[in-house]
T-cell receptor, first 110, second 114 residues
Framework: GENVEQHPSTLSVQEGDSAVIKCTYSDSASNYFPWYKQELGKRPQLIIDIRSNVGEKKDQRIAVTLNKTAKHFSLHITETQPEDSAVYFCAASIGYKLSFGAGTTVTVRA | GAGVSQTPSNKVTEKGKYVELRCDPISGHTALYWYRQSLGQGPEFLIYFQGTGAADDSGLPNDRFFAVRPEGSVSTLKIQRTERGDSAVYLC????????????FGNGTRLTVT
């Protein structure tokens, strides 16, 4: 099955700086790559996703890039704010089954 | 509109007991998923329903786990003879069509087996 690895496991950034989270996947047939944000005790919420026919996608301060050849994809958050503090999960899927990374705990220091 | 609803939000049970966890998906969503999330980990796939049928139950850890969705809407995850290792947050998600449609998660049920 699909195996997704996520780095780093924790990330501390100064407010206003950028945060980058990287993920790799094992199955070259994977074609859908969502990112979820999970605040403590709450549900995972989709923040952005990208499909395999697209190399980059941006939504305000959040962007995702995909390199299919290298089988890796990254989340970029610019101008970080305290409300960006949360656990972020990457995922990859072939069809309906999402495989998640282990998560990155992001702390934005004021 | 209403999101995915899961009940109960917390469940504490003794080892060996039977539990049922309920999920109400978003209205109109044909695909429903159960995931399990252990502390410090990402969600782990358990089972996928398309309509009333379990299209893929390959993630269920053993035959103590079973899930149903008899009318294609509400789903129940059933765990028999609970073990301490079953303690986790059980997340339900739904999507409009399955495939690569975005998943919408519920708040989960935190199961603690003592």
């Amino acid at each position: 099955g699909e195996n997704v690895e996520q780095h780093p496991s924790t990330l501390s950034v100064q407010e206003g700086d950028s945060a980058v989270i990287k993920c790799t996947y094992s199955d070259s047939a994977s074609n859908y790559f969502p990112w979820y944000k999970q605040e403590l005790g709450k549900r995972p919420q989709l923040i952005i996703d990208i499909r395999s026919n697209v190399g980059e996608k941006k939504d305000q301060r959040i962007a995702v890039t995909l390199n299919k050849t290298a089988k890796h994809f990254s989340l970029h958050i610019t101008e970080t704010q305290p409300e960006d503090s949360a656990v972020y999960f990457c995922a990859a899927s072939i069809g309906y089954k999402l495989s998640f990374g282990a998560g990155t705990t992001v702390t934005v220091r004021a | 509109g209403a999101g995915v609803s899961q009940t109960p939000s917390n469940k504490v049970t003794e080892k060996g007991k039977y539990v049922e966890l309920r999920c109400d998906p978003i209205s109109g969503h044909t695909a429903l998923y159960w995931y399990r999330q252990s502390l410090g980990q990402g969600p782990e796939f358990l089972i996928y329903f398309q309509g009333t049928g379990a299209a893929d139950d390959s993630g269920l850890p053993n035959d103590r786990f079973f899930a149903v969705r008899p009318e294609g809407s509400v789903s129940t995850l059933k765990i028999q003879r609970t073990e301490r290792g079953d303690s986790a947050v059980y997340l339900c998600a739904s999507s409009l069509q399955g495939g690569n449609s975005p998943l919408h998660f519920g708040n989960g049920t935190r199961l603690t087996v003592t």
